[in-house]
């Protein structure tokens, strides 16, 4: 009897054991290969320079041949002029972000959600997912020539509506952050609002039939069915965001600001970007650009902590 057991044990074990497993998946594996190995190789393995920030690095003597000098490149970072300044604007940067940025997507999909006519539907669709496809370097370019003082469309419509003189957004600090909110919404909201679209595609139709039934108008469907539907999806977008608190797209700045308006627009990327790449000093960057990580890390595990606390919903 015992030895039968042992024998059936050792069957069941074989049939859910990790190597039956992965014979059993292993097309689904092999799928999965190209996307680990890319992680591996570009995300994972370049972590090795991560130390730099801990070292004098010397180009000529390699990362391994240079000297250790602790968090002295933190020390100064911190004890710089420029701190307070830098996170001040990263900070106020992404909060406006998060408060114009992060809705805006929910409601286009929301919106789309209500077009009934299919073509017209897909084709508002299509022209709101445009603008992510456009290089950053061409809607730039574009953001440039609309607010130009001399021929922008803005600053024609601004003196033909009022009289007065032409403005020189770039020169003035406190309409940066307006311009670059305005066009990080113009070009990503499209692209986000997929997310949401996806989501309202699983909400049970029967749900609202049975709401319409009930007497529910539009905006009862929308309260009770729509955004409780949304709302998993919504937290775990909102963890990612609040991820990159302190991380600003530094491609789409270098091309709109200049030292005129560093008051408002200089951020921590930009800074890592002029200090430690056109600076030459890469620990003093590297160091830099790990604060920003960190804070990134820490903020995604408590929200995620929080979220899972009050919503049950949570990236893990």
Do not use: C
Request: aromatic residues 14%.
């Amino acid at each position: 009897m015992d030895n039968k057991l042992s024998y059936l044990n050792q069957k069941h074990t074989e049939k859910h054991g990790i190597f039956f497993k992965i014979n059993r998946d292993k097309y689904l594996l092999l799928m999965l290969l190209p996307g680990l190995l890319y992680y591996v190789i570009f995300k994972y393995l370049p972590m090795y320079g991560v130390v730099i920030a801990f070292k004098e690095y010397n180009i000529f003597r390699g990362i391994s041949a240079s000297p250790w000098v602790g968090l002295e490149h933190f020390m100064n970072f911190f004890q710089g002029s420029s701190v307070y300044r830098l996170i001040r604007n990263t900070l106020i940067i992404n909060i406006y972000g998060l408060i114009f940025g992060f809705p805006a997507p929910v409601i286009l999909a929301l919106a789309f959600n209500e077009l009934k006519g299919k073509y017209f539907k897909k084709t508002s669709q299509a022209i709101s997912l445009l603008p992510h496809f456009i290089s950053t370097v061409v809607i730039a370019g574009l953001v440039k020539n609309f607010l130009s003082p001399t021929t922008g469309i803005i600053n024609r419509a601004i003196q033909l509506a009022t009289g007065a003189d032409p403005i020189n957004f770039f020169m003035n600090p406190q309409y940066f952050r307006s311009i670059y909110i305005s066009m990080d919404l113009w070009k990503s909201v499209g692209w986000g609002s997929i997310i949401f679209s996806a989501a309202l595609s699983g909400i049970d139709p029967s749900l609202y039939e049975a709401s319409f039934i009930d007497g529910a108008n539009k905006l009862k469907q929308a309260i009770y069915i729509t955004i409780p539907g949304l709302l998993p999806t919504i937290v775990i977008v909102l963890i990612l965001r609040l991820g990159d608190m302190l991380d600003v797209g530094a491609q789409s700045i270098i091309l709109l600001y200049n030292p005129m308006i560093y008051e408002t627009a200089d951020v921590l990327s930009t800074y890592v970007y002029r200090r430690g790449l056109v600076g030459a000093d890469y620990s003093f960057g590297a160091a830099v650009d790990l604060f920003q990580s960190t804070i990134g890390i820490i903020l995604i595990v408590s929200a995620n902590y929080i979220s899972r606390r009050m919503t049950e919903s949570s990236l893990w």
